[in-house]
Nanobody, 132 residues
Framework: QVQLVESGGGLVQAGGSLRLSCAVSGLTFSSYAMGWFRQAPGKEREFVAAISQSGGRIYYADSAKGRFTISRDNAKNTVYLQMNSLKPDDTAVYYC?????????????????????????WGQGTQVTVSS
């Protein structure tokens, strides 16, 4: 069966860094765009970043631009989220998700990959807590 397993979360001080990983199995990883979402306590889940199947197209939420970097290694079936300059507002459960839609342009990635409904599979999440 399809499994997406996040890891790398934890407790970090403001200004620190974390690298999240999402190991995927049970599907052809290189055929799926991948996204990261997060959900803070009492809030709806929100989009963070997405990367196309080849890694050639990337899209970030405004909150992630300049601080977070999404990447993927298709040989390892893994997607990463490098998070730098973390703030207390980044505290949330972080989820990775897999999307079988092939985004043929950056604009299509931007309009499609930020929607939860675009994704077919989800991980269980990893907690990130940023202390002030």
């Amino acid at each position: 069966q399809v499994q997406l397993v996040e890891s790398g979360g934890g407790l970090v001080q403001a200004g620190g860094s974390l690298r999240l990983s999402c190991a995927v199995s049970g599907l052809t990883f290189s055929s799926y765009a991948m996204g990261w979402f997060r959900q803070a306590p009492g809030k709806e889940r929100e989009f963070v970043a997405a990367i196309s199947q080849s890694g050639g197209r990337i899209y970030y939420a405004d909150s992630a631009k300049g601080r977070f970097t999404i990447s993927r290694d298709n040989a390892k079936n893994t997607v990463y989220l490098q998070m730098n300059s973390l703030k207390p507002d980044d505290t949330a459960v972080y989820y990775c998700a897999a999307d079988r839609i092939i985004y043929k342009s950056s604009s299509s990635l931007e309009t499609g990959a930020n929607k939860e409904s675009s994704y077919d599979y989800w991980g269980q999440g990893t907690q990130v807590t940023v202390s002030s």
